[in-house]
């Protein structure tokens, strides 16, 4: 017996609104974040935060922010558990501080978002090419030397995997910048992002971003042992803060 999933045809227009009014919002962000490079560098960062805003607004998001970066020294790199696209709105709304994106090569194939993105300073990374890596890590590091901090998924990509509760790997492009410039590693974990692409046709929706207050420590050195301890302590305070924002 075949069963047949019901929509409510409402639903199915307000999800169809919000998909014309984020490419609205998407394609309008390119001239203005042009513009806004002309005038200065760093202002295009904060046309993409208003452009965030707009998006989770559409898209009826309530983006549910505990701990604060109003403390982190501007020499920081700051990674993320990436778990869907709306991952990048989440964070540019969360995080108070000027950063710089290290984000998939692929999302800057898309017309327009991927030039604004550039525009905005943000990085792509490649998942080969040693060479391309390498590059875009050095300018990364030349970012975080300039005091403006980078913001990079360790996963290396969206987290598919069923476990969704913590890391499915942790690469360490992110240690290398860090050892490079002397800079603090801060953790952030996001919950919810993946829930709300898979239900998009709700009515409303809640997204949790925690910000952890302290850095974490490098090992002492780059042997196994040391990097498979501090990965595991990130997969740890990934899991423990998903658990007090699914408890709120």
Same mark, same amino acid.
């Given at each position: 017996?075949?069963?047949?999933?019901?929509?409510?045809?409402?639903?199915?227009?307000?999800?169809?609104?919000?998909?014309?009014?984020?490419?609205?919002?998407?394609?309008?962000?390119?001239?203005?974040?042009?513009?806004? !490079?002309?005038?200065?560098?760093?202002?295009?960062?904060?046309?993409? !935060?208003?452009?965030?805003?707009?998006?989770?607004?559409?898209?009826?998001?309530?983006?549910?922010?505990?701990?604060?970066?109003?403390?982190?020294?501007?020499?920081?790199?700051?990674?993320?558990?990436?778990?869907?696209?709306?991952?990048?709105?989440?964070?540019?709304?969360?995080?108070?501080?000027?950063?710089?994106?290290?984000?998939?090569?692929?999302?800057?194939?898309?017309?327009?978002?991927?030039?604004?993105?550039?525009?905005?300073?943000?990085?792509? =990374?490649?998942?080969?090419?040693?060479?391309?890596?390498?590059?875009?890590?050095?300018?990364?590091?030349?970012?975080?030397?300039?005091?403006?901090?980078?913001?990079?998924?360790?996963?290396?990509? =969206?987290?598919?995997?069923?476990? !969704?509760?913590?890391?499915?790997?942790?690469?360490?492009?992110?240690?290398? =910048?860090?050892?490079?410039?002397?800079?603090?590693?801060?953790?952030?974990?996001?919950?919810?992002?993946?829930?709300?692409?898979?239900?998009?046709?709700?009515?409303?929706?809640?997204?949790?971003?925690?910000?952890?207050?302290?850095?974490?420590?490098?090992?002492?050195?780059?042997?196994?042992?040391?990097?498979?301890?501090?990965?595991?302590?990130?997969?740890?305070?990934? !899991?423990?803060?998903?658990?007090? =924002?699914?408890?709120?």
């Amino acid at each position: 017996m075949s069963l047949s999933r019901s929509y409510n045809p409402l639903l199915l227009v307000l999800c169809l609104v919000r998909l014309i009014l984020v490419c609205g919002l998407t394609l309008a962000i390119l001239p203005v974040v042009l513009l806004a !490079r002309i005038v200065s560098r760093r202002l295009p960062h904060r046309a993409a !935060r208003v452009w965030a805003r707009l998006v989770l607004l559409c898209c009826g998001i309530r983006v549910e922010r505990e701990g604060s970066d109003e403390t982190w020294e501007a020499r920081s790199v700051i990674i993320s558990n990436h778990l869907g696209y709306l991952d990048i709105p989440v964070i540019l709304v969360s995080l108070q501080i000027p950063f710089r994106f290290i984000a998939d090569s692929g999302v800057f194939k898309v017309p327009v978002l991927g030039t604004a993105m550039r525009l905005c300073g943000y990085l792509p =990374i490649w998942r080969s090419g040693h060479k391309r890596i390498r590059k875009t890590m050095q300018r990364a590091a030349g970012y975080v030397k300039a005091d403006l901090p980078v913001v990079i998924f360790p996963e290396g990509g =969206i987290n598919r995997s069923s476990d !969704r509760d913590g890391y499915c790997r942790v690469l360490f492009g992110f240690e290398m =910048i860090a050892r490079e410039t002397g800079a603090r590693v801060h953790q952030v974990t996001l919950c919810g992002t993946a829930e709300v692409q898979r239900t998009f046709c709700r009515l409303r929706h809640r997204t949790g971003c925690l910000i952890h207050e302290s850095g974490l420590e490098l090992p002492l050195s780059e042997s196994r042992q040391e990097r498979d301890d501090l990965a595991a302590r990130i997969d740890v305070r990934s !899991r423990e803060a998903m658990r007090r =924002i699914r408890q709120q």
